[in-house]
């Protein structure tokens, strides 16, 4: 079923490739290109009014300073080894603050809220890096994690309504939460999730957070509380979620859906909206856009909360499109679920009901403790973490030979 039609397009070049997508409502949308700019897009026009040259090479991140979209005016973006945060009321080239990698690895990932801005980056020597900034001292770490990662870190996350937790996803296939009250790096490791390479994760509620992998698999967990037992839920797993929801790769989850892409023989690639919502998929009633961006991958998608009929896309065809949904099919919450309501998720401890109500989840079973766990239970927590590290190296070859196999280029 479709029910957009195409309103408008900004083209920026067929050698041009755009990557995201982040509202300033005040002030336009922005998107990142693939020959190192950001633009911002007027909200009526649908016309670059703006440009920010990030560097020479492709723009890897791009996020807006404490995640503020109606009242936010900064956003930050990196580009190889440079971070660079712009005032989008100020003049265009004129750069209000900058990062420099201390190992001169490129960044690949940015988050920023509560008034901090995270930098992950690529893989250099052993470890990769997580930087963690004080968005008013910029000239120095507040917070550094070297060890935490053995490749890339390609996506962060604070937790929305806690400020003391973070996670950070990778290429070596791990998720790891992190308590930012510790002053310790092997403190403050948390928990440790081992799914597979890591192309996005994130938080669907306060205590669940969702992996998705460069192999297309899907799964969500519990986050852990500070309890000192090694009993912890078996994940939520969809496993390779291709053929259950009808795509070759998914290009994100969003507040109330997921968007995936499908190529066909002939060479078109559709867009696939998927209403998710309470951890399942409806791939019953989604909807398809046929080749929003001829045979181009589509990379973001965005749908504004002050007009939920629109829908924007970019792609790997150097555009950024308009899209009218004249029948208000998606229902599309701003977040995922109330930002407003602080919480201390790590001192809560929830009673967990895992049962699966989705027919594509698989093999869901209670709560488990195997017997080195249960010989463990009694350890201190950075014993318990010492251990997750160890695992970690050793599973690190295998991890990291996998990560090649996903349709979209990342």
């Not at 490739?17 to 005040?26: D, R, V």
């Not at 930002?339 to 093999?363: F, G, P, R």
């Amino acid at each position: 079923m479709s029910v957009y039609s195409l309103l408008d397009s900004k083209i920026f070049g067929t050698d041009n490739w755009c990557f995201q997508l982040h509202p300033l409502y005040k002030h336009g949308l922005l998107t990142s290109l693939s020959n190192g700019e950001v633009h911002l897009i007027d909200w009526k026009s649908n016309q670059s009014i703006k440009s920010f040259k990030i560097g020479n090479t492709a723009v890897n991140g791009l996020k807006l300073i404490n995640s503020d979209s109606h009242g936010g005016d900064l956003f930050a973006s990196c580009a190889m080894d440079t971070v660079k945060i712009f005032d989008v009321r100020q003049a265009s080239e004129k750069v209000i603050g900058t990062i420099k990698s201390e190992n001169e690895s490129p960044f690949l990932s940015l988050d920023s809220r509560h008034g901090k801005l995270a930098c992950g980056t690529e893989l250099k020597g052993v470890d990769a890096q997580l930087h963690l900034y004080d968005i008013r001292k910029l000239d120095s770490t507040w917070k550094s994690f070297v060890d935490s990662h053995h490749d890339d870190i390609t996506c962060i996350k604070f937790h929305p309504t806690d400020p003391t937790v973070l996670l950070s996803g990778s290429t070596d296939g791990y998720t790891n939460i992190y308590d930012l009250t510790e002053e310790e790096e092997d403190d403050s490791l948390h928990q440790v999730i081992n799914y597979e390479s890591i192309h996005s994760c994130g938080w669907l509620s306060p205590r669940r957070i969702f992996t998705l992998s460069h192999m297309e698999t899907f799964a969500i967990h519990e986050l852990n509380d500070k309890s000192e037992e090694l009993k912890e839920p078996q994940p939520l797993d969809f496993g390779d979620i291709r053929e259950k929801w009808g795509c070759d790769y998914v290009i994100d989850l969003y507040p109330g859906f997921v968007a995936t892409g499908k190529s066909h023989e002939e060479g078109d690639c559709d867009l696939k909206l998927i209403p998710f919502m309470n951890e399942i998929a409806d791939v019953n009633n989604s909807v398809t856009i046929k080749n929003p961006h001829g045979s181009e991958v589509v990379r973001d998608v965005f749908i504004p909360s002050t007009d939920s009929s629109l829908l924007y896309s970019c792609g790997e065809d150097g555009s950024v499109k308009v899209w009218k949904n004249s029948n208000g099919y998606l229902t599309t919450p701003e977040t995922f679920w109330d930002y407003s309501i602080k919480s201390n998720v790590l001192n809560e401890s929830v009673e967990v009901n895992m049962v699966a109500e989705n027919e594509t989840a698989i093999s869901m079973v209670e709560p488990v403790v195997d017997e080195e766990a249960s010989k463990e239970m009694k350890k201190s927590k950075k014993e318990k973490k010492d251990k997750e590290k160890k695992h970690k190296s050793k599973d690190k070859k295998h991890k990291k030979s996998s990560k090649g196999h996903r349709y979209k280029p990342y």
